[in-house]
């Protein structure tokens, strides 16, 4: 597991280094199944699908054309060959502009109120790592199919961070409160075995197309339910942490502010990133 | 699993056809065994026990006169041979009286009430299919004892329609919150056996005299505990969802009332009716 | 399991009659591990370490040194062969002076309130009996090891008492809410094996020495992990239940106060401490 973490923080210096990437380029593809009407959203930002300001206001702007089209479920996947997403782009983080910095934390809720709290239904296929934030967007979603041999955990203790309680909200939504307690206090990354027993993955496929066909599956349980008292159904369940959000959004986002604003911090990232363009520099 | 979700709506249809039934009849019966002091009530409205406002009455008095007489314990059953409750008889619903529909609401809340915080011990003896409201009067007891080959759940999303956030409570308290999301967006009717797996049901017994049994050693289980202190302990630790509808009884209400009098949902009931009466017919 | 709860009643009897023991020696013994800095806190107040006031307050300071030296790590355990705890003395409870009574369970909350959201992680080595308050204390620590053969329990309706809600709330933090139910209206003592098999203890151990060893192993695995990140991650999940009580400390006082001064349950007192003086002179 260390090895691969190692690799992952590899592919993240690449990708922290490169945030101003060419923005021709599509950052998430939307395609619907005519047949089935089930839409894939795939995180497409080389290398490893970090969240800066833009990926996540493509991924917010696909969710609410899935909303307005009223779609009949969605698949979350990655175009990246063994990260799902390495989480949040630390780059937006270091020497921020003080209004970006808050644009990017208001836009991550936003995403967060949008998945979290979606009409339709919704299936992560985990195919690749999925650390942090990466975790919390597949946390979001109903069910999670996984891919053998990565990872998956709301691991930023492990960064020397705190996930916040929205964050962790979504993990207690999905595993017991004791597993969720450990795993986070741990930060502890799941192998896609150990996420699977613990609960974290409803199922593992050995590629991608059995991953997808499974989420196929997922959604087709649901032909034949009103799709009206679904979502009230689930928006019914997901109220109290969604209220709990909403309630605090701008406390939330000011709390953020201070905490990466603090010198200690950007000292923190400061000697991050020097030690990954020395590690990229070999 | 189909055939019997069939033969449960055959049976359904009757009921519903003939909700003006003989009042002379008992539609609860109520005995008290001399040795244990336990109660056992009989849910006894054939064919299929469906919960109208009169049959709601009666187990709402049943349950005031078990507290008025500080029974020891009491044990829910049904005098139908495949049927434990149906759940709610959509008589009540297709063309209500607007004070009649109110009554029928906040009886069931009474209900709900009553059986979710009783004082005293309870087991549902569950001896046939148990959908919906059928499902939510055995999640409001103690402990569940089913008989094997019936089902049971809270399958409202199936059936068009959303389980209050009260119904949600009693499966939140007895299953995880991860297959409460499942089994609550699904609508999912469980077998005896996967009721059993997921903990929706305590233990499995092959007939009615075995689960009766069952439901005894239950309740002994409790002989050499104070009954005030018990009673303390289990409502303080059902009290949040208790107060919760208590704050919210009355918007609760009118909810139901606006939901169930939409032309929508008049005209989903009309042709549900018009193909009961095809089917009786046939 | 009868037995048990009867050698451990017979020892109960005399910490009871003793109340007033030897001050001059220590009730609670703390010692720091050089190598890894992880404290050792051992209940030492004999025969079975009953927590009165100043065993309360002794391990209130306890905490408080270890929170003021920044500790990286506790182990709760005892000094005693067979008994982790035997939960709160009841000679506080038996005619009690109004003051001490009060200073008592302010006390009792104050243990909970820096046990509970401790910023330092903590386990319990659970090396004999751990009933009622023995229990509450090992579940206010974030693992639990303990030693085969022995009961633990949140068991207060056994004693025709109940578990205040933040007593129920700890139990709720370490097991499914289903087996909270049953275990706290049961008032279920759980042997070593069934209390591994219901998630209320996390490991086993042969003896005391594998039991620290054990307890160790955890409180390293937090060896590279911010200990700030983790204390506020730790803080946030238990944040609700503190908050709670919080709030509600004058009056859950009062509460106390109100229940253990009734005359019934005054006499309950007498007749059981006039039993356990005829069993003592036996």
Not at 129 to 154: D, F, K, Q, W
Request: some cysteine; overall charge positive; hydrophobic content about 40%.
């Amino acid at each position: 597991m260390l090895r691969s973490i190692y690799r992952l923080t590899r592919k993240l210096s690449a990708s922290g280094l490169r945030s101003c990437s060419n923005t021709s380029q599509k950052l998430v593809l939307t395609t619907v199944d005519d047949k089935t009407g089930y839409a894939t959203v795939t995180l497409n930002r080389p290398p490893v699908n970090s969240l800066n300001l833009e990926l996540l206001k493509a991924i917010s702007e696909s969710l609410d054309d899935l909303q307005n089209n009223k779609s009949r479920g969605m698949i979350l996947t990655s175009s990246a060959k063994t990260v799902f997403s390495a989480g949040l782009d630390i780059m937006e983080m270091y020497k921020p502009k003080p209004d970006r910095l808050k644009e990017f934390w208001s836009t991550l809720q936003d995403v967060w109120f949008k998945l979290y709290g979606s009409p339709f239904p919704t299936v992560a296929v985990i195919n690749g790592h999925a650390p942090a934030g990466g975790c919390l967007l597949s946390l979001c979603c109903e069910y999670r199919v996984m891919c053998p041999n990565y990872t998956i955990g709301l691991n930023e203790t492990q960064l020397g961070i705190v996930a916040p309680t929205w964050f962790q909200a979504a993990l207690r939504n999905t595993i017991s409160r004791r597993d969720a307690e450990l795993a986070l206090t741990l930060g502890t990354l799941f192998s896609s075995d150990e996420a699977l027993k613990v609960g974290l993955v409803d199922e593992l496929a050995d590629s991608k197309e059995v991953a997808m066909a499974k989420a196929v599956s997922f959604l087709d349980r649901f032909k034949k339910i009103s799709p009206q008292a679904r979502s009230m159904t689930k928006q019914a369940l997901r109220s109290k942490e969604i209220m709990e959000l909403e309630d605090n959004r701008t406390q939330d986002i000011d709390l953020f502010v201070f905490a990466v604003t603090q010198p200690k911090v950007q000292q923190g990232l400061e000697l991050y990133l020097e030690a990954l363009k020395k590690k990229a520099a070999k």
